[in-house]
């Protein structure tokens, strides 16, 4: 059963940047874009696993810093003409407070 | 708000591009109703000669199914022609009563054949060359008769004879002038491709004036010149020319003198209407290639978009043959006249003709025959006005930037198989890019990159993409503009634009340039974010925010972010030189870390791979406590300085090397760039530093030392150019300096020292730094005015701080 489990405060997350969560799945990429809205995504990019969370954030896309792919925040699918997909996780934030469905 | 409606008059390339580059800058803007007065949806006309050839069929050469009309929600009506515009009530009619009202229209109505106006020209059998229907009626006509009659010797016309032959015709090719393509070709070249195409059983009639068509029973059966003679024809294709259609436009009122007159923004007298294409005369020129008419198409979107930018202001073309085994290539003008010069190289054996038209140091036209693989780099500097007085001595035999590594040499396109490899980093071979080509309707280099990647990581296979675009393609082939390029999809700003208003309008962080130069999506893109970040911090150091979040990770992390998503460690040691405390401090780390790989790098220093990203700061404070600080082998910054022994040690060194390098290497500390920087100072001229491929090169000699710039030893090896000699120490450290800030000012993101200097010219390297003192010297000062106060990124982050927090891993 999943539930939603308290990460941090969305301030200790970088606005276009993002935050590492550790869990029991793996590590779980946080982002934060320029409007406040964050999005969770497993922390691999479909084209050769690389680490999303190091990537350059974008409108509601991320980077792969290793080969350039782009991956959208909203569905973790990568932008055409690349094929691929990511698992995305549920996030909100509540009184200044982002959390996580695990 | 109600959507406003865009009708387009024309299903051809030129319209079509223009709704294409509309759809993508401005989706949503307008409904869209298409009326073409063929049956087909868009299809890419200029592929009809490989039809014709057998090459290529109907299907493969249609660039927008039906399909893709339905799901950008455009109205296509096929096999309807326009042929009234009530440009008050703002309508169009079609000739079957179908009617549409529009806010904004496009006219791309395209243009026809001119049929020579003699006897006998309504004959049966006598057709232009323009759409699917001519094409399929010459493959019908080849069939069942035997005699062809192509009028014209100009690129259709020798098209069209040359598919008539291939499917089984007897062709004759009648011609007004005495040479081919003499408006693409001198008369040298015109000859060998009429003796090349001879070769494959075409024939010409020379000199001919057509008097009439001959007939029997409604269908021609031969050709009538002036002077009395006769050739049997059963089908007689005329390609003496195109015609503009602006009889529709002319109808509603709308100027038109040659065309329907518009102006730099493609609008015609009338506001709301606008065209495109080769319908249309601009400044007087109406054009029958395609690549002029994509750039109109793309110029007319960003109005219609209503973003007010771009002006078509012109183009130079370029021509292909499309004939299997013809290469020929012409840009420009190469008729010569007064001020110009000549360079020829003519190998009649070999069937290889090049001529380069000059003119004040500037190429104006060029005819290839025979090997044309360096056309479309004669086109980019004919494009780009590039002045090439510097390179002139060996200009003519091309442009060796192809095929170093990874390619077994090859340099030209045309000679590999299908299943070569042509990109070596992302594993593409020709075939594959062919296909993608042909079956995606790419027509520029950077669409190639973005379906294949071909070409699209390291760049040294770009010279073979072109190729093979261009050999696919033919006259569509447009280069790319390097000098007004824009940065990236965010933006229609040129790298060069963008850093000028950053420096004259004083813009000190990433949202204001955005703002202010209308970046069209919110916070940019990875290629254009990282590019403007230090276009801010170059042009303003201490003033501009120096935005992390638009760097990439290896600068925000201070390590090199490896395959698996581990980091690697580089610390510094100044001129390749270490202690016994450093290489201790090196060992402790590897243990206490258990860092799994250990290894001496080319930039003489030691490179501890597979470090974990949260371990990072804790490495970075034991290393700090020896005294080690960042190697920046992770930036586009200084990277090393790298030294032999020198005068120090060595029986043959004349000046201190490791001293020189040292010093060097301290001055550039933290010093960001727009691509990586490397030195080497090498003792005397045995130059065991390889000074001779670095960014800058110093070798001592006995009375100073030589300064080198603009080596590479990466994807193309490329020599340093010698650049001045200086007397001492301080010397060198000022005019590298320099050379270094001048780079740093003047430089697009991403360029190595080695394409700046081939884009500005040394010449121009020199006169900045050489021989203006003035302005050595404030360079130099500049440079370091820009780098006073910095920190050492380890020592700041080794310590608990906010910039820590992002090396911290959360757990749940």
Known sequence: MSEWKRIIELTEIPQLGSRVVRSAKGDIAIFRNSENKVFALRDQCPHKGGPLSQGIVHGETVTCPLHGWNISLVDGTATAPDEGHTTCFEVKIDSGVVFLKI | ?812
């Open chain 2, 1 to 812: 708000m109600k959507k406003m409606k865009l009708v387009v008059v024309g299903n051809g390339m030129a319209g079509m591009r223009a709704v294409e580059e509309l759809l993508r800058i401005a989706p949503g803007l307008y409904d869209i109703t298409v009326y073409g007065d063929e049956p087909y949806p868009n299809y890419n006309r200029i592929m009809l000669s490989p039809v014709l050839a057998n090459e290529q069929t109907i299907e493969d050469i249609i660039l927008n199914s039906r399909e893709w009309y339905a799901e950008n929600h455009i109205q296509l009506y096929t096999g309807k022609r326009i042929n009234k515009i009530d440009r008050v009530n703002r309508t169009v009619t079609a000739e079957d009563g179908t009617s549409s009202e529009y806010d904004r229209l496009l006219l791309a109505t395209g243009s026809t054949p001119f049929m020579l106006p003699i006897q006998g020209k309504d004959l049966d059998g006598v057709i232009g060359y323009r759409d699917i229907k001519d094409t399929n009626t010459m493959i019908e006509t080849a069939k069942k008769y035997k005699h062809a009659v192509v009028i014209g010797g100009g690129l259709l016309g020798l098209e069209a004879a040359n598919g008539l032959k291939i499917q089984g015709m007897d062709v004759t090719v009648v011609h007004i002038h005495d040479t081919l393509l003499e408006r693409q070709l001198d008369s040298t070249a015109g000859m060998m491709l009429q003796k090349s195409l001879e070769a494959k059983g075409l024939k010409f009639l020379m000199s001919h004036r057509s008097e009439s068509i001959v007939g029997k029973d409604g269908r021609v059966t031969a050709l009538r010149f002036k002077d009395g003679t006769e050739i049997a024809a059963d089908l007689l294709v005329m390609a003496v020319g195109i015609r503009p259609n602006f009889a529709l436009a002319e109808s509603a009122g709308i100027y038109c003198d040659r065309g329907i007159v518009v102006n730099d923004t493609m609008q015609t007298y009338d506001p709301r209407i606008y065209a495109v294409g080769e319908c249309v005369a601009h400044r007087g020129m109406s054009y029958g290639l395609v690549a002029p008419l994509f750039e109109m198409a793309k110029v007319c979107a960003t109005h219609l978009g209503n973003f007010g930018i771009g002006r078509y202001v012109g183009s130079v073309t370029s021509t292909k043959l499309k004939v299997t085994g013809i290469d020929l290539f012409s840009a420009g003008d190469f008729s010569g006249g007064e001020g110009t010069e000549e360079i020829v190289l003519h190998d009649a054996v070999a069937g290889v003709y090049k001529k380069l038209v000059i003119k004040d140091d500037k190429i104006v036209g060029s005819v290839l025959y025979g090997d044309t693989k360096d056309g479309s780099w004669y086109f980019q500097m004919l494009k780009d006005n590039k002045n090439v007085h510097e390179i002139r001595d060996n200009l003519m035999f091309g442009q060796s930037h192809l095929g170093d590594v990874g390619h077994k040499g090859q340099t030209q396109a045309a000679a590999m198989s299908d299943n070569a490899e042509v990109c070596g980093c992302n594993g593409v071979c020709k075939g594959t890019i062919v296909k993608s080509i042909k079956e995606n309707g790419l027509f520029t280099l950077d669409e190639v990159r973005k379906h294949t990647k071909a070409s699209a990581s390291c760049g040294s296979c770009t010279g073979l993409v072109e190729q093979i675009l261009a050999s696919c393609i033919g006259g569509a082939y447009q280069p790319a503009d390097t000098s007004s390029k824009p940065m990236c999809g965010c933006t229609d700003h040129s790298h060069g634009v963008v850093r000028e208003n950053i420096r004259e309008r004083k813009f000190l962080d990433i949202p204001t340039v955005m703002r202010e130069l209308q970046w069209r999506t919110p916070n940019g893109c990875a290629s254009c974010r990282p590019a403007l970040n230090y276009y801010l911090i170059s042009s303003w150091p201490h003033e501009a925010v120096d935005d992390p979040q638009s760097r990439f990770i290896n600068e925000r992390a201070h390590a090199n972010i490896q395959k698996d998503g581990t980091y690697s460690v580089v610390p510094r040691m100044w001129g390749g030189l270490t202690t016994p405390d450093e290489l201790r401090a090196i060992a402790d780390v590897t243990d206490k870390f258990k860092i799994p790989t250990v290894k001496v790098t080319g930039g003489q220093r030691i490179d501890l791979l597979g470090a974990k990203k949260e371990d990072l700061p804790a490495i970075w404070s034991d290393l700090s406590k020896a005294g080690m600080v960042s190697g920046h082998a992770y930036g586009k910054s200084i990277r090393t300085v790298k030294t032999c022994v020198g005068a120090e040690h060595c029986r043959f060194g004349t000046q201190l090397a490791m001293d020189m390098g040292v010093k060097l290497e301290k001055m550039m500390f933290g010093m960001w760039s727009p691509h990586k920087v490397k030195f080497a100072v090498s003792g005397c001229p045995r130059n065991c530093a390889e000074a001779g491929i670095k960014d800058v090169g110093v070798i001592g000699l006995e009375s100073g030392y030589e300064l080198y710039v603009a080596g590479n030893g990466g994807i193309k090896t490329e020599v340093a150019q010698f650049f001045c000699k200086v007397a001492n120490d301080d010397e060198v450290i000022e005019y590298s300096g320099a050379f270094i800030q001048l780079y740093r000012e003047e430089g697009y993101y991403l360029e190595r020292t080695v394409h700046y200097v081939n884009r500005v010219g040394l010449d121009y390297c020199k006169a900045k730094v050489v021989e203006d003192e003035t302005n050595r010297r404030e360079l130099y000062e500049r440079l370091l005015y820009s780098l006073q106060g910095y920190v050492d990124p380890w020592a700041e982050r080794a310590q608990p701080s906010k910039v820590r927090r992002e090396f911290e891993i959360l757990a749940i």
